[in-house]
């Protein structure tokens, strides 16, 4: 069975940088994506940046040139820099497996931005 599993979240003040992991475990097709999304209160779930298997990247227009996607074996990472309020959000880890054509979602991992 697929796991999608996010952690990294927490309080970080303005300015400030942190890292989110997403890891994923399971029996996953060779084709997916992964792309990281984040939900702020009140407002839709949006897309901030993709990873493919190959390694090649997408980024949104909410990452600005702040955000950073990567991956190492099943962990696929969001850095994000420069952090502001708008940025508070729960980020949600998906996993698009083009493979078996399963859609799966983590349950999220909750930022907080001090202004």
């Known amino acids: 069975q697929v796991q999608v599993v996010e952690s990294g979240g927490g309080l970080v003040q303005h300015g400030g940088s942190l890292t989110l992991s997403c890891t994923l475990s399971?029996?996953?097709?060779?084709?997916?994506?992964v792309t990281w999304y984040r939900q702020s209160p009140g407002e839709e779930r949006i897309a901030t940046a993709s990873i493919s298997e190959s390694g090649k990247r997408t980024y949104f227009s909410v990452a600005e040139g702040r955000f950073t996607i990567s991956r190492e074996a099943n962990t696929i990472f969001l850095q994000m820099n420069s952090l502001k309020s708008d940025d508070t959000a729960v980020y949600y880890c998906?996993?698009?497996?083009?493979?078996?054509?399963?859609?799966?979602w983590g349950r999220g991992t909750t930022v907080a931005v001090l202004s």
């Open positions: 998906n996993l698009d497996d083009r493979g078996y054509d399963r859609n799966y």
């Open positions: 399971g029996r996953i097709g060779s084709t997916f994506f």
